[in-house]
């Protein structure tokens, strides 16, 4: 039911020195500190890349392909999320940043951006023929799906049936591009460690469509030392509607559905999905919700501050001269998902429901008897977390501090008792 | 197993809590996820009342395998009239509570619709308590 365990977020343990700073900032709590180091529990783990940003050690690292990825095809197109665009400065043209990948040893570049209209298009329109008033939710962002099969399951039903932009460019470049070949290699080239887990085992689709996910930090430094010598030329096809998407509101403004709402950062997220699922926000129809702050651009493997990104990209967006005519139109390709996206049952106690309440009834007895104080140094995100894991026989009680010092205090107690007073001569023996 | 939470009547920020707290709980015992929402929806509207109208009480959940039961007590003024109240659109709500989107008179009727079995029983100056009732009907499917 969880499906293949691998994930693009994971642990240096070389570099971690068991700080806890990670512990509280996971929205699933899939990180414990124990024995000298953080261990995220794949079956929790959603890829949002919190912990990549709050590491002060940089051990939290997200697996992506290399560039020698490509040296196996013959062809190989580079996917440039929108969010590369705002990596550089306006000195750099998106037609500029595109001849650049070329140099990189890519032979063709296809803009996700140009993907992202088409997406926009059948979403927009599978949204007025459903004639359900919504809420509907955007299925673009891989961390926000993972995180409904985690800890929104009853929400899952409300995902737009749409792929995301990333899978339609790859499958425009495969079917229309260059149909019938196998010698063609699609790399995205991603501010999104959730990408890289989705291209192996998609969401809602049974294969990817997608050869490799490289990491835009990873191309930044090649890449911004051939920009200022490539001679340019109009490679640039996608429109600001498109572009719109590497930030927060760009998908709602693309589908210009009304009553539509978006948030970005993982823990505004979950307040609004919280209020969705307490049967509020009846009067919204569908909301985009992005797990980075500012949306793409605030990616885990981008370079760029998210909030500079967006206001290059933004005025990108209000300069748009588009030389080239669109090559598809909507409706071009099915991009509809080709299976429901399941839950995972990543945050029950036990399969089995009345082991389960064994030991949440224990959880609840444990958790009252700790301080609440939520310090983490017992590796656990808070104390309920970590009551959590002493029922499941994951922890001992004395992995808390608080715990520990009490019962030294007993123990203390225990032996000057057993000291006691001196036996009077000739009494007892 | 039951849960016990207060709720407090003074702070509107924290209206939702009791709620959260069972949704979690129902959670780590693997309950279905549509039986899940609908304990949310009803727990919910049922908490926002008694914060609204009841000035908070005592919400428990009282845990089984099968089902949840929930028990609201407030001692608030009471409904005076119990039928009016259960129609669609009737409310009561002040006016900054409606400007909150809440208080659209869709509280109770949500509550029944959401539920397996409402109970109220109210009288004035004699306080409110709701009982809640919700399968764990496997047969919901997982809400995917």
């Known amino acids: 039911m969880n499906g293949a365990s691998f994930h693009s977020v994971t642990l240096d343990p070389t570099k971690c020195k068991a700080c806890t700073t990670c512990i509280r900032f996971c929205p699933t709590e899939a990180i414990r500190v124990r024995k000298g180091r953080a261990h995220i529990a794949d079956e929790r783990c959603v890829d949002c890349g919190e912990c990549i940003r709050v590491c002060p050690n940089n051990a939290k690292k997200a697996v992506s392909d290399p560039l020698s990825a490509l040296e196996p095809f013959a062809v190989r197109v580079a996917l440039p999320a929108p969010t590369l665009y705002g990596q550089f400065d306006e000195r750099f043209s998106i037609d500029r940043i595109l001849c650049g990948l070329l140099e990189l040893g890519f032979t063709d570049v296809f803009e996700v951006a140009e993907a992202a209209e088409l997406v926009s298009d059948a979403a927009a329109a599978w949204l007025a023929r459903t004639g359900d008033g919504g809420p509907w939710l955007s299925s673009a962002c891989p961390a926000v799906v993972k995180l409904l099969q985690v800890r929104f399951p009853s929400l899952l039903d409300r995902l737009v049936p749409i792929m995301s932009p990333m899978e339609a460019a790859a499958r425009l470049v495969k079917e229309r591009l260059y149909p019938g070949r196998d010698d063609v290699g699609v790399f995205f080239i991603s501010p999104c460690a959730g990408k890289v887990t989705v291209s192996r085992y998609p969401q809602g689709l049974s294969d990817s469509s997608v050869d490799g996910v490289i ?179 994951d922890a001992v009680i004395t992995d808390c501090v608080f715990k520990l010092r009490e019962n030294l205090r007993k123990l203390g107690e225990e032996l000057i008792g057993m000291e006691g007073p001196q036996p009077e001569p000739g009494r007892g023996r | 197993m039951k849960l016990r939470y207060e709720v407090s009547g003074e702070d509107m920020s924290l209206a939702g809590k009791a709620s959260g707290e069972v949704k979690r709980a129902l959670g780590r015992l693997g309950v279905n996820p549509a039986a899940i929402k609908r304990t949310a929806v009803c727990m919910y509207e ?99």
């Open chain 1, 215 to 393: 990491a835009i930090k990873d191309v930044y430094l090649p890449l911004r030392a051939a920009l200022p010598g490539v001679t340019e030329r109009p490679l640039h096809r996608a429109s600001a509607r498109g572009v719109a998407w590497a930030h927060i509101d760009g998908e709602s403004d693309a589908l210009a559905v009304p009553r539509a709402i978006s948030v970005s950062g993982i823990a505004d997220v979950i307040g609004v999905f919280e209020a969705l699922e307490n049967g509020k926000m009846k009067d919204v129809a569908f909301i985009e919700a992005l797990a980075c702050p500012a949306g793409c651009v605030g990616g885990p493997l981008t370079v760029e501050n998210p909030y500079i990104a967006r206001a290059r990209i933004r005025s990108m967006e209000h300069r748009a001269t588009v030389a080239l005519e669109p090559r598809f139109r909507a409706g071009e390709l099915d991009l509809r998902l080709e299976r429901e996206v399941s839950a995972r049952a990543g945050l029950a106690l036990a399969p089995d429901m009345l082991k389960a309440m064994l030991l949440l009834e224990e959880t609840e007895l444990i958790a009252e008897s700790l301080p609440g104080l939520d310090c983490g140094s017992c590796g656990a995100p808070s104390c309920r977390a970590f009551a959590e894991d002493v029922a499941k026989g």
């Open chain 2, 46 to 144: 049922a908490e926002m009342n008694m914060v609204i109208h009841g000035g908070g009480g005592v919400a428990e959940a009282e845990l089984s395998p099968d089902r949840v039961v929930v028990t609201m007590r407030d001692s608030g003024p009471g409904i005076p009239d119990l039928e009016l109240a259960m129609q669609e659109g009737y409310s009561t709500a002040p006016e900054w509570i409606r400007e909150m989107g809440f208080g659209a008179g869709m509280g109770l009727p949500n509550m029944k619709r959401n539920s397996d079995e409402l109970r109220i029983d109210s009288a004035p100056g004699k306080g409110t308590t709701v009982t809640i009732m919700v399968k764990f009907d496997s047969s919901e499917g997982t809400g995917a």
